[in-house]
């Protein structure tokens, strides 16, 4: 959804509050789409700072789901996220793309909130997923989710190191 800004700007500290519903219904991290389910609208509160100054204060509570890093079940993931921008209105389109600012979610005049949403979404996305802390995974061997129980296969991992110490002590077992 797009916000027009030119609104705020007609007079020093007009405040527009406005709710948007997203329009995205997946995210794409690293490679990979994930559904964005139960999307709340995104509640904003537009204020013009005076000199061509806008800040942007906003929310959104959204879940997803994504895989445990350890045995790929399906963790539920809510991301209750509060965010703050300036955005200087002086700038034009090059000045905006030069700036250290991120300033993608802007079009034009309009702020586009599913872009802002979206890149507040990225930065909080967890680096690792897991189902618990105590999750033991998949099997490396057979490829069983170890936290249904056991599978039975041998996954004593030898350093292949020490294997002429082992063959002497397996020689050592037969007699």
Not at 24 to 53: H, M, W
Request: with cysteine.
């Amino acid at each position: 959804m797009l916000i027009e800004l030119t609104k705020v700007l007609e007079q020093d500290d007009k405040v527009i509050r406005q709710e948007a519903h997203l329009e995205q219904d997946t995210i794409r991290v690293a490679g990979k789409d994930y559904r964005l389910s139960e999307l709340e609208p995104a509640l904003f509160e537009i204020t013009n700072l005076g000199k061509k100054q806008v800040q942007v204060k906003g929310s959104a509570k959204i879940k997803t789901v994504v895989p445990c890093d350890r045995c790929l079940e399906d963790v539920e993931q809510i991301f209750d996220l509060s965010f703050e921008r300036e955005i200087d209105m002086k700038l034009d389109e090059e000045e905006r793309r030069q700036s250290e600012e991120e300033y993608n979610f802007m079009d034009g005049t309009c702020l586009d909130t599913d872009v802002l949403v979206q890149n507040e979404l990225l930065v909080n996305w967890p680096i690792r997923v897991l189902c618990r802390e105590d999750c033991k995974g998949l099997c490396s061997i057979c490829g069983a989710n170890l936290n249904h129980g056991e599978c039975g296969c041998d996954r004593e991992v030898l350093d292949p190191r020490m294997a002429a110490f082992q063959d002497i002590f397996s020689k050592f077992k037969e007699v």
